[in-house]
């Protein structure tokens, strides 16, 4: 990391979908249908990022019914899809939320990431994410995209900003 990153102030993580939260799979079924695997361990960890009181949103370039629901079922309110561009989708969250770039973290694997990763205040890269994006990233999971790569970044932030042992609170006896 070359820049100075205060992690208290993160209070937004976007994500891409495909690459990051799946493994970039896609299993298109006979009636033209999809279906996506989601990682569990994301799932909790994107509960726990929620009830530190953070928000979190998605942009992909992707439309996905698959998508649609897992945020639904993890009650991310911020999702934008089909987005062959991914600055405006960023643009305008920032607009809509009232937010400046600094209080923002991505999490992309693609090309197509590089615009965002670059403005943010913590740009991810997963650790099977594109060169180039691993090059302009502030930092790079260990688990690749699918396989936890989300929630080990929520875990790091949440740390970093000295809120993760509260949060642990309720998983001791």
């Known amino acids: 990391m070359g820049k100075a990153i205060d992690f208290k102030q993160i209070q937004l993580l976007i994500m891409d979908v495909d690459g990051v939260l799946t493994d970039g799979g896609i299993i298109v079924h006979s009636d033209?249908?999809?279906?996506?695997?989601?990682?569990?361990?994301?799932?909790?960890?994107?509960?726990?990022?929620?009830?530190?009181?953070?928000?979190?949103?998605?942009?992909?370039?992707?439309?996905?019914?698959?998508?649609?629901?897992?945020?639904e079922q993890l009650e991310i309110k911020y999702v934008h899809q089909g987005c062959t561009q991914?600055?405006?989708?960023?643009?305008?969250?920032?607009?809509?939320?009232?937010?400046?770039?600094?209080?923002?973290?991505?999490?992309?694997?693609?090309?197509?990431?590089?615009?965002?990763?670059?403005?943010?205040?913590?740009?991810?890269?997963?650790?099977?994410?594109?060169?180039?994006?691993k090059q302009v990233a502030d930092w790079a999971t260990c688990r690749p995209g699918g396989s936890g790569a989300v929630g080990e970044t929520i875990e790091y932030i949440l740390r970093q900003a000295g809120v993760w042992e509260p949060l642990m609170q309720r998983y001791r006896i």
Not at 105 to 127: E, K, S, T
């Open 86 to 133: 991914k600055l405006p989708a960023f643009e305008s969250l920032m607009g809509e939320l009232d937010m400046r770039p600094e209080q923002v973290a991505y999490v992309g694997a693609a090309l197509m990431d590089i615009p965002i990763v670059r403005r943010v205040g913590f740009g991810v890269a997963v650790a099977n994410a594109a060169e180039d994006l």
């Open 32 to 71: 033209g249908s999809e279906s996506k695997r989601f990682c569990v361990y994301d799932g909790h960890r994107i509960r726990m990022w929620h009830r530190s009181g953070r928000l979190s949103a998605i942009i992909s370039g992707r439309d996905s019914r698959p998508t649609t629901l897992r945020a």
